[in-house]
Antibody
Framework: QVTLKESGPALVKPTQTLTLTCTFSGFSLTTSGMRVSWIRQTPGKALEWLARIDWDDDKFYSTYLKTRLTISKDTSKNQVVLTMTNMDPVDTGTYYC???????????WGQGTLVTVSS | QSVLTQPPSVSGAPGQRVTISCTGSSSNIGAPYDVHWYQQLPGTAPKLLIYGNINRPSGVPARFSGSQSGTSASLAITGLQAEDEADYYCQSYDSSLSGVVFGGGTKLTVL
């Protein structure tokens, strides 16, 4: 059974760095073909892909946000970590992690974690 | 402004058929990269409804079907039920952006 769960601060101040952790089970990021992505949903409801890390440690970032994002994995803990620097109120939203297939679809998602950026 | 364009809302009566369009370009749907569809109920994570343009994951009713032609794709729902009322999103990959792109979402209202 594949599960994913996001964790991190519910509130961050503008200009701070956000660190989110995705803890998963039911698969391993050491297995060929496994991938985990981060996707967010802003209050305007649009979904936005942020980043992806693959089993071979390849990393991919949103063209619009790549200067602010870093994705990494800890295979011993079955975790993927996303950091986003220089947070702004427009970054307020729900952040999801999801297992991503080779065709870029995601069948397994975490429940999401709501992050509010406010002073 | 989303890379993939969806109508903001559609509606239909129980039992009817509705379709939701997703229009892209030659760098995504028309490339062609696969289109996937998600259903999102209020307060929950998106659920994969259709993958690879036309395929349904296990457990998704056959009332849901997908199609793709040129730079557009569509999701069709037949035999509309009250429980289908949700937001629906299309997703693909864009070679110009080198990343995954989503549609802006369509709110389905069952009358």
């Amino acid at each position: 059974q594949v599960t994913l769960k996001e964790s991190g601060p519910a509130l961050v101040k503008p200009t701070q760095t956000l660190t989110l952790t995705c803890t998963f089970s039911g698969f391993s990021l050491t297995t060929s073909g496994m991938r985990v992505s981060w996707i967010r949903q802003t209050p305007g409801k649009a979904l936005e892909w942020l980043a992806r890390i693959d089993w071979d440690d390849d990393k991919f970032y949103s063209t619009y946000l790549k200067t602010r994002l870093t994705i990494s994995k800890d295979t011993s803990k079955n975790q993927v970590v996303l950091t986003m620097t220089n947070m702004d109120p427009v970054d307020t939203g729900t952040y999801y992690c999801a297992r991503t297939e080779i065709d870029y679809s995601s069948e397994y998602w975490g429940q999401g974690t709501l992050v509010t950026v406010s002073s | 402004q989303s890379v993939l364009t969806q109508p903001p809302s559609v509606s239909g009566a129980p039992g009817q058929r509705v379709t939701i369009s997703c229009t892209g370009s030659s760098s995504n749907i028309g490339a062609p990269y696969d289109v996937h569809w998600y259903q999102q109920l209020p307060g929950t994570a998106p659920k994969l409804l259709i993958y690879g343009n036309i395929n349904r994951p296990s457990g998704v009713p056959a009332r849901f079907s997908g199609s793709q032609s040129g730079t557009s794709a569509s999701l069709a729902i037949t035999g509309l039920q009250a429980e289908d009322e949700a937001d629906y999103y299309c997703q693909s990959y864009d070679s110009s952006l080198s990343g995954v792109v989503f549609g802006g979402g369509t709110k389905l209202t069952v009358l």
